[in-house]
């Protein structure tokens, strides 16, 4: 089965800033792969997702990710943070089984920013 | 266009008791998933229904169960209530199975005392 792993629990960035949140995956073949972004008690709200194609991946609210198939990762990125991105971030991935794909998620990294 | 959306937004019941957690898809789309996300953690799948049959299942027991209608809304029920089973409900839907992409209502936190 596929796995992710977020190597960071807790992030702290002052507005402004750039952001750079890691994701890395196991999977054999190419994987289908998503970042969702959680506010406090809140759904999930999907920012970008990578299926094929071009390994930059453009989504809502500035956030970009890169697809490293060499390093196994699918990092999150923004050039400059503003403090409504305050949120959890979820990076994920399609695991197939029992005939179904369902996402499996990593444990999620916590962005705080600083004024 | 609608988005996903769940009812009720809180719960709390106590031990042992059943609850049912509702979801209505996006419109048009046929396909349903349920998340459980336990406090500091990712959503893990409970299962998912394809045109009101179910298409996988997560690693839960048999006290989850679920049903999706013709409208292609969904049902969560859980019987026997755990204290472990205080979470956040999450409903995904997507327009087919398969590798589409998944959209999120607000979640059900339901509280287990």
């Known amino acids: 089965a596929q796995s992710v792993t977020q190597p960071d629990i807790h992030i702290t960035v002052s507005e402004g800033a750039s952001l750079e949140l890691r994701c890395n995956y196991s999977?054999?073949?190419?994987?289908?792969l998503f970042w969702y972004v959680q506010s406090p008690g809140q759904g999930l709200q999907l920012l970008l997702k990578?299926?094929?194609?071009?390994?930059l991946v453009q989504g809502i609210k500035g956030f970009e990710a890169e697809f490293k198939r060499s390093q196994s990762s699918f990092n999150l990125r923004k050039p400059s943070v503003h403090w409504s991105d305050a949120a959890e971030y979820f990076c994920?991935?399609?695991?197939?089984?029992?005939?179904?794909?369902?996402?499996?998620f990593g444990k999620g990294t916590k962005l705080s920013v600083i004024p | 266009e609608t988005g996903v959306t769940q009812s009720p937004t809180h719960l709390i019941k106590t031990r042992g008791q059943q609850v049912t957690l509702r979801c209505s898809s996006q419109?048009?789309?046929?396909?349903v998933s349920w998340y459980q996300q336990a406090l500091g953690q990712g959503p893990q799948f409970i299962f998912q229904?394809?045109?009101?049959?179910?298409?996988g299942r997560g690693n839960f027991p048999p006290r989850f169960s679920g049903l999706q209608f013709p409208n292609y809304s969904s049902e969560l029920n859980v019987n026997a209530l755990e204290l472990d089973d205080s979470a956040l409900y999450l409903c995904?839907?997507?327009?087919?199975?398969?590798?589409?992409?998944?959209?999120f209502g607000p979640g059900t936190r339901l509280t287990v005392l």
């Open positions: 229904y394809y045109r009101e049959e179910e298409n």
């Open positions: 990578y299926f094929s194609g071009d390994t």
């Open positions: 999977y054999g073949a190419t994987p289908y």
């Open positions: 419109s048009g789309h046929n396909t």
């Open positions: 995904a839907s997507s327009l087919e199975r398969g590798k589409h992409t998944q959209y």
């Open positions: 994920a991935v399609y695991n197939s089984g029992a005939g179904s794909y369902q996402l499996t």
